[in-house]
Nanobody, 127 residues
């Protein structure tokens, strides 16, 4: 099955840190764009970060606290999350757009461009 497998989530206190990983299973992502999304109960899936060949993009709500990275030799992408806040709680997913990009503005924020979604890893911020 072609998908990402996410891990690294957990229960942390506000101000804490986590490093999430996602490993590609059944394919090699190479230089494809990789996006991280999250979804809280009762809310829509929210884009948080994207790594492309040229640069990284971040949602305003996480800029300065989240860092996306990738190791193509390990077929793995990472999301370092620092200074966690209550509102960061949710199920975190990664996915890829494959070799395709778009001229649509901010296309990398849109879930419909992504595929090979995993099952997610849960992040819970609680005191």
């Amino acid at each position: 099955q072609l998908q990402f497998v996410e891990s690294g989530g957990g229960l942390v206190q506000p101000g804490g840190s986590l490093r999430l990983s996602c490993v590609a299973s059944g394919f090699t992502f190479g230089s494809w764009p990789i996006g991280w999304f999250r979804q809280a109960p009762g809310k829509e899936r929210e884009w948080v970060a994207c790594s492309t060949r040229a640069t990284n993009f971040y949602a305003d709500s996480v800029k300065g606290r989240f860092t996306i990275s990738r190791d193509s030799t390990k077929n793995t992408a990472y999301l370092q999350i620092d200074n966690l806040k209550f509102e960061d709680s949710g199920l975190y997913y990664c996915a890829t757009t494959g070799p395709l990009t778009s001229d649509e503005p901010d296309w990398y924020r849109l879930p419909r461009f992504y595929f090979y979604w995993g099952q997610g890893t849960q992040v819970t911020v609680s005191s």
